[in-house]
């Protein structure tokens, strides 16, 4: 075309704007005017030109944007809002802001006022899964249930296999199918109830395999999936009741007879196996008990909780019942650190400041199971006081022993002395030492001059008991809890009370006697007494050893000292003079030994000499008269031997020849035996097989004969008599007489009416 005058080309020219299938371009009217197809167009309205189709451009319209269609495939959907006011493609109105899902499959192109949220894959839903789902509002879902809105609900494989939410609903979350096998079952709180479509809030419902469902919305599991109690013969299960409910139990396993009883809240019963048992939900499992094996020295602490009893069960298998419960015994803590520590025997207060030895004390304590009967093994010869104090008294148990605490029983603990010189309360110990055992101990004197002298002594003790079923006069063993630092204190007293009447000379002479005289006193006859008793706890010292005996003061020290040293050199030197004395004795002794010796052996000589000149004249003797004699001994001796041998041959061939004669009769019987042996064995097989032969053709006859039949048997038999008879017949003879050398005579008679032969 050509420009008019006052035209101008704005921009050059350009082709036409190709849209193509399922595209569009978005325009808008830059001001009013009237499109070729006479619509009228406001400035700022806003529409679609879809294609295919060549876009011729409008001077008052402007191209806003590109347009493309969203391909919605299978189980799929589109979330559509509206900008604006607007009618969508099913002429639907839609207001600003709605939502809704277009799930057409194919291409859907948005209108000019439609924006596309997002693209909605649809959930499949199988056997093991379904979808939880809550109204955001109310309206009528694609089942045609009216919902309202927050009510929520489960859809299953049973209502649809997939499944697109629509934009008044939301997906709370995928549920996993719960499968209970025929061990298991569950609780269900809050159960859905069909018939008015809302959960039972403050209920539960039992569930019992096999069974498999999906948890409707608002229920959950109590405990989640629990196993069926499986109860041995050897355990129990506890039960309280928690509201009233109605329940049965076996009264009798033969007759399978059954008891119905009603059980009240706070009830508690027991199960007891071998069952399979599920608790009811009116009721709640406490715990599961299991027999407990007890040996003979084994034992359990049971508390009664309805009465509060406690009571010690030992030496066999006990299943606690419902209104039972292990009990924990507590014992003094230094009890528990002694049977921690070293067995209960003895613990130096020493030990407790190491810290090491505490952790480990602490360790074992925590480790003791205080429900088993508390178990002491008392040693030989020794002694333990276990005290009641239910009932106010104690008994003894001599070792060796094993000592088992009942409930309201415990060990009596001493406190004894120790160290050198005693410290009070310086050993715990549970048990006592019957002895004789040794304890030393260190005691300061003075005498009566004023030296101080410091005393090691050791003392030799033990416990008299006579009869150990005399419970009066063993409960003495433990009437002195330091039974050791009072024997020590009585003896240092009496000792030091004796010291001080003397000097130190004369006690320096007769330290011992004094010590022992004064504390076990003379008999009659002036002879220190062997023992004293306490009769107290009938403690005996049978003796008293001084060790040492030390001057407390330096100065008396060095001078007992020197005084001591020479003592000793005198009595060195007197030894020396003894010995030195003594040496030469014995050496004139050795000397004149020797020579005795020496003229001894010179006698002995000549009498051995004069013996071999005897002997050289026997020898001689022999020698002239043993040729002729032995000559004459060996020509007899070689005439018996032949003679011997003689007699030995003839012996021999002797019995040769009885040997092969009977080697041959022997021979001759078992070649005889033989053939007899062959000819039986010959004539039981022939007898045998013509037995055999004659079952097998009488079998053979039998069979033939019941192949062939009766009536064929007959007619065989009776084929000759009648043809000889027809013959007969046919020539007109009544009967007539065969016979030759062979067959005896045979008269055959013809009846003329039937026929039939006669053979007489």
Not at 312 to 329: F, H, M, P, R, T
């Amino acid at each position: 075309f050509a420009l008019y005058p006052g035209e101008e080309l704005i921009g050059k020219v350009t082709k036409l704007r190709m849209v193509y299938q399922n595209q569009a371009l978005r325009l808008r009217a830059l001001q009013d005017f009237t499109g070729n197809d006479d619509i009228q167009h406001n400035a700022g309205d806003e529409w679609l030109f879809e294609g295919p189709g060549a876009y011729i451009p409008h001077v008052d319209v402007e191209i806003v944007g590109e347009i493309r269609a969203t391909v919605i495939k299978q189980n799929q959907a589109l979330r559509l809002v509206a900008t604006q006011d607007t009618t969508d493609r099913d002429e639907t109105k839609r207001v600003a802001g709605e939502e809704w899902i277009v799930q057409r499959v194919g291409a859907y192109l948005p209108g000019v006022f439609e924006k596309v949220v997002e693209v909605i894959n649809a959930y499949v839903l199988t056997d093991k899964k379904a979808l939880h789902m809550r109204a955001l509002k109310s309206f009528t879902d694609q089942f045609n249930h009216e919902r309202k809105n927050g009510e929520e609900w489960s859809i299953t494989v049973e209502d649809t296999e997939t499944y697109i939410p629509t934009v008044h609903e939301e997906l709370i979350t995928t549920v996993n199918i719960t499968t209970l096998n025929s061990r298991q079952y569950c609780v269900i709180c809050d159960p859905f109830d069909p018939t008015s479509s809302t959960n039972r809030f403050g209920t539960r419902k039992l569930v019992v395999g096999e069974k498999s469902f999906f948890l409707q919305p608002g229920e959950k599991l109590e405990r989640g999936i629990e196993d069926v109690y499986v109860l041995s013969e050897e355990e129990g299960l506890i039960l309280t009741c928690n509201e009233s409910f109605s329940d049965s139990f076996v009264t009798s396993e033969e007759k399978m007879e059954r008891k119905e009883i009603v059980r009240q809240p706070g009830d508690r019963w027991m199960i007891r196996g071998p069952v399979e048992y599920i608790p009811p939900i009116q009721a709640k499992v406490i715990r599961k008990n299991r027999s407990i094996p007890l040996d003979k020295n084994e034992g359990i602490y049971v508390q009664n909780i309805k009465t509060g009893q406690v009571r010690a069960v030992i030496g066999q298998s006990y299943l606690l019942n419902e209104d039972e419960e292990l009990w924990e015994k507590e014992l003094p803590v230094s009890i528990e650190e002694l049977l921690a520590t070293s067995g209960g025997y003895i613990m130096n207060a020493r030990d407790l400041t190491k810290q090491e030895f505490i952790d480990n004390m602490h360790a074992r304590m925590a480790s003791r199971d205080k429900t088993r009967v508390m178990s002491y093994q008392v040693p030989h010869n020794a002694a333990v006081q276990v005290y009641d104090f239910k009932n106010k008294k104690g008994r003894v148990v001599f070792g060796p022993a094993q000592v088992l605490l009942h409930p309201d029983e415990v060990f009596t603990m001493l406190y004894l002395s120790g160290g050198n010189p005693k410290k009070e309360r310086a050993i715990r110990t549970l048990q006592v030492r019957l002895g004789p055992e040794f304890s030393s101990d260190t005691v300061t004197v003075e005498t009566s001059d004023h030296a101080r002298l410091r005393i090691k002594m050791s003392y030799n003790w033990g416990f008299k008991v006579d009869d150990v079923d005399d419970h009066k006069t063993n409960t003495k063993l433990f009437a002195v809890e330091d039974f050791i630092g009072d024997m020590c204190k009585a003896i240092a007293s009496r000792v030091r009370g004796a010291v001080a009447g003397v000097s130190f000379d004369e006690f320096h002479r007769k330290s011992a006697r004094m010590i022992r005289v004064s504390f076990f006193g003379l008999t009659d006859t002036g002879k220190v007494v062997d023992s004293f008793l306490f009769e107290a706890n009938n403690l005996i010292i049978t003796g008293i050893d001084i060790q040492s005996i030390e001057p407390v003061d330096d100065k008396t020290l060095e001078a007992l000292q020197k005084s001591v040293q020479l003592a000793i050199e005198i009595t060195t030197k007197s030894q020396e003079a003894t010995a030195r004395q003594e040496a030469e004795r014995m050496e004139q002794e050795a000397k004149g030994k020797l020579q005795l010796q020496k003229l001894t052996d010179m006698s002995e000589a000549e009498r051995a000499r004069k013996n071999y000149v005897e002997l050289q004249a026997q020898v001689k003797a022999v020698e002239t008269t043993g040729q002729a004699r032995a000559e004459a001994q060996s020509r007899a001796e070689a005439s018996r031997i032949a003679g011997e041998a003689a007699v030995e041959e003839a012996k021999l061939s002797s019995q040769a020849k009885t040997i092969k004669i009977k080697s041959s009769t022997e021979e001759q019987e078992k070649q005889q035996r033989a053939e007899l042996d062959y000819l039986k064995q010959k004539n039981e097989l022939e007898v045998s097989h013509g037995k055999r032969m004659s079952e097998i053709e009488s079998k053979n006859f039998k069979e033939i004969v019941s192949a062939i039949g009766p009536e064929t048997m007959r007619a065989i038999a009776m084929a000759g008599p009648q043809l000889r008879a027809k013959i007969l017949s046919g020539i007109g003879v009544p009967s007539t007489l065969f016979s030759d050398k062979n067959s005896p005579l045979t008269l055959f008679t013809v009846n003329a009416q039937s026929g039939s032969v006669l053979d007489v």
